[in-house]
């Protein structure tokens, strides 16, 4: 099973850009690149996803290595409200999506 | 918009009782999965389906059954409940069968088996 490998924790500051590390080393030429957040007490909400290219939209952009290896996801002014654990996922065997622990990031005002 | 509609929102069961979490979604979704999430854990697939009469094992499917057997609906039925169980379960749908679309989430149904 392709498995990613996130940082536990990251802090950033209000209104500073956070770039959140994802490492998935053993990704197939199939595999979707998906990053969900979930806030406290909520279910998942998502974010972005990708295959080879970089991607945007109104949330973040994704940035893909060449290589597919790993992956960078930007949210370019944090707020208060970006305070959530983001998961980066990939999207097994196209219907398995598997979650890890994910990193809990800490936005200070 | 209803969405993913997910019930009861909270249940206590005890030990060797039986339960089905339901799960609804009205946007005409394919996909649909459930996840659970113990404390302080990441969500860990449970089953999941592509199609009405059509589903498949994730992660951890063992004390738990899926059918599918309108696009709509994704029930998840614990047969005999263990203490192993309490958890929040989360059900999911997709427009897309392959990996390549958003997942929408429900509100989330905790569970506490004593």
């Known amino acids: 099973d392709a498995k990613t490998t996130q940082p536990n924790s990251m802090e950033s500051n209000e209104e500073e850009p956070v770039h959140l590390p994802c490492n998935h080393s053993?990704?197939?030429?199939?595999?979707?690149i998906h990053w969900y957040r979930q806030l406290p007490s909520q279910g998942p909400e998502y974010v972005i996803h990708?295959?080879?290219s970089n991607v945007n939209n109104r949330m973040a952009s994704l940035a893909i290595a060449e290589d597919r290896k790993s992956s960078t996801l930007i949210l370019h002014r944090a707020t208060l409200r970006d305070a959530a654990v983001y998961y980066c996922?990939?999207?097994?065997?196209?219907?398995?999506?598997?979650f890890g622990a994910g990193t809990r990031l800490t936005v200070k005002p | 918009n209803a969405g993913v509609t997910q019930t009861p929102k909270f249940q206590v069961l005890k030990t060797g009782q039986s339960m089905t979490l339901q799960c609804a979604q009205d946007?005409?979704?394919?996909?649909m999965s459930w996840y659970r999430q113990d404390p302080g854990m990441g969500l860990r697939l449970i089953h999941y389906?592509?199609?009405?009469?059509?589903?498949d094992q994730g992660e951890v499917p063992n004390g738990y059954n899926v059918s599918r057997s309108t696009t709509e609906d994704f029930p998840l039925r614990l047969l005999s409940a263990a203490p192993s169980q309490t958890s929040v379960y989360f059900c999911?749908?997709?427009?897309?069968?392959?990996?390549?679309?958003?997942?929408?989430f429900g509100e989330g149904s905790r569970l506490t088996v004593l």
């Open positions: 999911a749908s997709s427009s897309d069968r392959g990996g390549t679309g958003e997942l929408f």
């Open positions: 053993t990704i197939s030429g199939t595999d979707y």
């Open positions: 990708g295959l080879t």
């Open positions: 996922i990939l999207a097994y065997n196209n219907n398995d999506m598997r």
């Open positions: 946007m005409n979704h394919e996909y």
């Open positions: 389906s592509v199609g009405a009469g059509i589903t």
